[in-house]
């Protein structure tokens, strides 16, 4: 075989049947799934399908009255669409890099924007955290998961889980907190000196704070979600 030859480029970069399931990593950027029924994916996620599979939008009054008045200020990021039919889906999102989880009966909290995909058995409702209601922050929308089964959401880079104990709370960016256990509450936390500050750091006023026994997920990157200020 020729070094940089067609025939090579193919053999390297060709899809592969790895045997993972209904959710496969063909790399850490590009997720497929062998479907054959339904899942639901993040509107715009979808960037190839073999088989027959068609995409239907998320019913306007799918998950009640409730989730439709936040879809209507939290943006494309809490859109989703349904994947049916049978075949293959392949799925990406910014060249961001892919987790799977399996939940067990658990709750998941996962960013509107970050969420990929999931299993139709998982239960999802749209929570806004408290005390934004006078925000612009589209990015405090977020998806509560739960159930069993699988879920798959992205990241700028690789993440990193912070263990929040009773002892110790966790303050993050909301920019760069992707997801959190179901047995955290967060809360907005605003630093008042750092609005002094004139450029980028002055976003750093407005913090998420999150306190108990859990987890957080964080990215080292700062998605543009809310801009102090506003």
Partial sequence: MNRYSIEEFVQQTRQQDRGQGLFEMESERMLELNLN???WTKMGSMVAYRGNVKFVREGILEQGIGNLL????SGEGARLTKAEGAGQVYLADSGKKITILNLK???LFVNGNDLLAFEPT???EIKMMKKVSSMLAGGLFNIRLQGSGMVAFTTH???LTLMVTPDCPITTDPNATVAWSGTL????KTDVSLKTFVGRGSGESVQTQFAGNGF?????????????GT
């Fill in 216 to 228: 957080v997920v964080i990215q080292p990157y700062e998605e543009a979600y809310f801009q102090a």
């Fill in 70 to 73: 936040k879809k209507a200020v």
């Fill in 37 to 39: 029924g339904a899942l």
């Fill in 105 to 107: 009966g658990e709750t």
């Fill in 157 to 159: 880079y690789d993440p």
């Fill in 185 to 188: 509450e967060p809360q907005i």
């Fill in 122 to 124: 998982i239960k999802y």
